[in-house]
Nanobody
Protein backbone atom coordinates (compact mmCIF):
# COMPACT_ATOMS: atom_id res chain seq x y z
CA UNK A 1 0.00 0.00 0.00
CA UNK A 2 1.31 3.44 -0.95
CA UNK A 3 0.30 6.46 1.08
CA UNK A 4 0.50 9.88 -0.57
CA UNK A 5 1.35 12.75 1.77
CA UNK A 6 0.43 16.24 0.64
CA UNK A 7 1.54 19.64 1.87
CA UNK A 8 0.94 23.22 0.89
CA UNK A 9 -2.35 24.85 0.08
CA UNK A 10 -4.05 27.60 2.03
CA UNK A 11 -5.79 30.86 1.31
CA UNK A 12 -4.75 33.53 -1.16
CA UNK A 13 -6.26 36.47 -2.97
CA UNK A 14 -7.13 36.38 -6.64
CA UNK A 15 -3.99 36.69 -8.77
CA UNK A 16 -1.80 35.13 -6.10
CA UNK A 17 0.25 31.94 -6.12
CA UNK A 18 0.44 28.74 -4.11
CA UNK A 19 2.51 25.59 -4.26
CA UNK A 20 1.39 22.06 -3.42
CA UNK A 21 3.71 19.12 -2.81
CA UNK A 22 3.12 15.39 -2.62
CA UNK A 23 5.32 12.40 -1.89
CA UNK A 24 4.81 8.67 -1.51
CA UNK A 25 5.18 7.69 2.12
CA UNK A 26 7.63 4.87 1.52
CA UNK A 27 10.18 4.01 -1.08
CA UNK A 28 8.62 1.86 -3.73
CA UNK A 29 10.21 -0.39 -6.27
CA UNK A 30 7.73 0.98 -8.77
CA UNK A 31 7.65 4.38 -10.42
CA UNK A 32 4.19 5.92 -10.59
CA UNK A 33 2.65 8.49 -12.84
CA UNK A 34 1.53 11.32 -10.59
CA UNK A 35 -1.25 13.87 -10.86
CA UNK A 36 -3.38 16.45 -9.12
CA UNK A 37 -7.16 16.42 -9.06
CA UNK A 38 -9.54 18.87 -7.41
CA UNK A 39 -13.09 18.92 -6.17
CA UNK A 40 -15.12 22.02 -5.43
CA UNK A 41 -18.22 21.88 -3.23
CA UNK A 42 -21.16 20.47 -5.15
CA UNK A 43 -19.03 19.54 -8.15
CA UNK A 44 -17.43 16.37 -9.43
CA UNK A 45 -13.76 15.69 -8.97
CA UNK A 46 -11.76 16.82 -12.01
CA UNK A 47 -8.24 16.30 -13.24
CA UNK A 48 -5.94 19.30 -13.07
CA UNK A 49 -2.48 18.15 -14.20
CA UNK A 50 -0.56 14.92 -14.67
CA UNK A 51 3.02 13.85 -15.17
CA UNK A 52 3.88 10.40 -16.48
CA UNK A 53 6.99 8.39 -15.66
CA UNK A 54 8.85 9.94 -18.60
CA UNK A 55 8.17 13.45 -17.31
CA UNK A 56 5.57 14.26 -19.93
CA UNK A 57 2.89 16.61 -18.62
CA UNK A 58 -0.73 17.30 -19.47
CA UNK A 59 -3.12 19.90 -18.10
CA UNK A 60 -6.79 20.68 -17.93
CA UNK A 61 -7.68 23.52 -20.29
CA UNK A 62 -8.81 25.65 -17.36
CA UNK A 63 -5.31 25.77 -15.85
CA UNK A 64 -3.04 25.74 -18.90
CA UNK A 65 -0.52 28.55 -18.77
CA UNK A 66 -1.17 29.16 -15.06
CA UNK A 67 -0.27 25.87 -13.33
CA UNK A 68 2.96 23.90 -13.57
CA UNK A 69 3.38 20.28 -12.49
CA UNK A 70 6.87 18.97 -11.82
CA UNK A 71 8.81 16.35 -9.92
CA UNK A 72 9.61 17.48 -6.40
CA UNK A 73 12.91 15.93 -5.41
CA UNK A 74 12.78 12.34 -6.58
CA UNK A 75 10.65 9.59 -8.05
CA UNK A 76 7.07 9.33 -6.83
CA UNK A 77 7.03 12.99 -5.83
CA UNK A 78 5.16 15.80 -7.48
CA UNK A 79 4.60 19.52 -7.00
CA UNK A 80 1.97 21.83 -8.42
CA UNK A 81 2.85 25.51 -8.73
CA UNK A 82 -0.32 27.52 -9.17
CA UNK A 83 -0.02 31.07 -10.47
CA UNK A 84 -2.60 33.74 -11.24
CA UNK A 85 -5.14 31.96 -9.08
CA UNK A 86 -8.83 32.66 -9.58
CA UNK A 87 -11.81 32.22 -7.24
CA UNK A 88 -12.96 29.32 -9.43
CA UNK A 89 -9.77 27.46 -8.51
CA UNK A 90 -11.09 27.14 -4.97
CA UNK A 91 -11.34 23.43 -4.18
CA UNK A 92 -9.91 20.51 -2.27
CA UNK A 93 -6.85 19.38 -4.16
CA UNK A 94 -5.85 15.70 -4.18
CA UNK A 95 -2.59 14.07 -5.15
CA UNK A 96 -2.97 10.83 -7.08
CA UNK A 97 -0.77 8.04 -8.41
CA UNK A 98 -1.23 5.36 -11.02
CA UNK A 99 1.00 2.43 -11.85
CA UNK A 100 0.50 1.31 -15.43
CA UNK A 101 3.82 1.15 -17.29
CA UNK A 102 2.26 0.18 -20.62
CA UNK A 103 -0.11 3.13 -20.75
CA UNK A 104 0.64 6.67 -21.89
CA UNK A 105 -0.99 8.44 -19.00
CA UNK A 106 -2.59 11.85 -19.38
CA UNK A 107 -4.84 13.87 -17.09
CA UNK A 108 -7.86 12.74 -19.12
CA UNK A 109 -7.20 8.98 -19.00
CA UNK A 110 -5.59 8.57 -15.59
CA UNK A 111 -7.22 6.09 -13.25
CA UNK A 112 -5.45 6.47 -9.90
CA UNK A 113 -4.52 3.51 -7.77
CA UNK A 114 -3.81 5.77 -4.79
CA UNK A 115 -5.08 9.09 -3.45
CA UNK A 116 -3.83 11.62 -0.94
CA UNK A 117 -6.00 12.97 1.84
CA UNK A 118 -6.50 16.32 0.15
CA UNK A 119 -5.42 19.87 0.87
CA UNK A 120 -7.68 22.92 0.69
CA UNK A 121 -7.02 25.82 -1.65
CA UNK A 122 -9.17 28.91 -1.23
CA UNK A 123 -8.95 31.92 -3.54
CA UNK A 124 -10.79 35.08 -2.58
CA UNK A 125 -11.74 37.83 -4.99
Amino acid sequence: QVRLVESGGGSVQSGGSLRLSCAASADSAFTYSMAWFRQAPGKEREGVAAMDTYGRTTYADSVKGRFLISQDGGKNTVALKMNNLRPEDTAMYYCAAEFCPLKKITITNMIPNYWGQGTQVTVSS
